[in-house]
């Protein structure tokens, strides 16, 4: 997918919506500006990492994907290139937020300029703007085709996102020094991470992959079969939030809190505690709807989830990939194992849970079918 690089010709988008981003590899930047941190990596060639850089960024800066303080964010930006030496200008954006539009849509087999004409009209209804105020793109998922049927069904990955958002994105890189050479999206990164997973372990390729994102605003549920995307669903609470309620059931303000967050494992604990009753209840709501979101991909497969692979910053909160398997009944591992193997970057130690996104944003597209 790439929202801001459609080319002209409309009848060469059908061919190349699954197509090439990058024609070479050439070095490029992996960014992710998020809530509460920005995260920058410079991959060389093979996903091996050559610099990444995770700076914090002062809250009130991003409100659920929308850039509040311009200039500042440029400063940050400009200052950590700077102090890393990063030399490198294009870059791949990851963007996020409550703002962008994602869907799984099936139609009958078309072309290109149809599957645009009717992701048009599937989406249009939804979108709290007009249509021609966002950027469309998409990516055939699948070809169906049952058994009897003359002609098969396309499933397609379609994104919808305000040209507004991502041109405050780029005028900000652009003003950092980078050029933004292309902008995904969370499910087809996490689908491109789910071929990198599964490409280091040949022997072991579980056909349902479950990916989690702890973020800071949000928590993001992803299931893969097979590596190709089959759902999605975004809930808007992060560690953030938990960061807050420990705040309030302590007399810790949040900086401590945070800390103490960090150094704590909450499971396990007493129950009579204010702030391990806050823990456990917040996971427990989150732990419901990831339950409902497993069942529901059951039923429609009639396939269970054999793995989970949690990543952002709050996967890091000690106890909790065990506490997922022990409620959930399926295995959780942590998705920076596998980035410290794949990018040959052992020193990345935690941090190769909250940068799975910037380094997953600069894997080629086309890359699954390479292997
Ligand atoms: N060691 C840790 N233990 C527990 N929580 C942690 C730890 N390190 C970071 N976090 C939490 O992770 C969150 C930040 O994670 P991350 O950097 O993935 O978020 P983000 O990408 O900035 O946010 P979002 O994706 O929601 O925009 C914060 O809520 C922070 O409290
Ligand atoms: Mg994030």
Not at 159 to 171: C, G
Not at 182 to 206: F, M, Q, T
Not at 229 to 241: D, E, M, Q, T
Request: charge should be neutral; hydrophobic fraction near 40%.
């Amino acid at each position: 997918m790439a929202i801001i690089k459609r080319k002209k010709k409309q009848s060469d988008m059908y061919h190349n919506s699954i197509r090439k981003i990058i024609e070479k590899e050439k070095p490029i930047l992996g960014v992710d500006i998020g809530s509460s941190s920005i995260k920058i990596v410079a991959m060389k060639k093979n996903h091996v990492i050559d610099k990444w850089v995770c700076e914090s960024v002062p809250i009130g800066m991003l409100n659920q994907g929308i850039i509040e303080a311009k200039e500042p964010l440029v400063g940050i930006i400009k200052d950590v290139l700077k102090i890393n030496k990063i030399k490198i200008k294009d870059c791949a954006l990851y963007l996020s937020g409550k703002d962008l539009i994602i869907r799984e849509l099936t139609f009958p087999k078309m072309d290109d300029l149809q599957i645009i004409e009717n992701i048009k009209q599937e989406i249009s209804s939804v979108l709290p703007q007009n249509l021609d105020e966002y950027k469309i793109d998409y990516k055939i998922l699948d070809y169906i085709k049952e058994e009897d049927a003359l002609e098969g069904q396309i499933r397609v990955l379609a994104v919808a996102a305000p040209e507004k958002l991502i041109y405050s994105y780029m005028d900000v890189l652009k003003k950092a020094g980078l050029k933004v050479k292309y902008v995904d999206v969370l499910p087809n990164i996490a689908g491109k991470l789910c071929n990198l997973i599964h490409s280091e372990r040949s022997n072991d390729k579980p056909n349902n992959t479950c990916i989690i994102d702890f973020g800071a605003k949000a928590t993001e549920v992803m299931i893969f079969r097979d590596c190709n995307y089959f759902l999605h669903k975004s809930i808007s609470y992060g560690g953030g939030y938990l960061t807050e309620t420990i705040s309030q059931r302590s007399d810790m303000d949040e900086a401590d809190a945070e800390e103490f967050k960090h150094n704590t494992n909450f499971f396990g604990g007493d129950l009579d505690d204010p702030i391990v009753r806050a823990v456990y209840d917040y996971f427990d709501y989150l732990i419901r709807d990831f339950a409902r979101t497993i069942e529901f991909y059951g039923n429609r497969t009639q396939e269970s989830v054999d793995v989970i692979y949690v990543m952002g910053g709050g996967s890091l909160l000690k106890g909790l990939p065990g506490y997922l398997e022990s409620q959930l009944g399926i295995k959780v591992k942590e998705i920076g194992e596998v980035i410290r193997t794949t990018t040959k970057a052992d020193a990345l130690g935690s941090y190769a849970s909250i940068l799975p996104q910037a380094i997953g944003v600069t894997l080629r597209e086309e890359w699954r079918r390479e292997r």
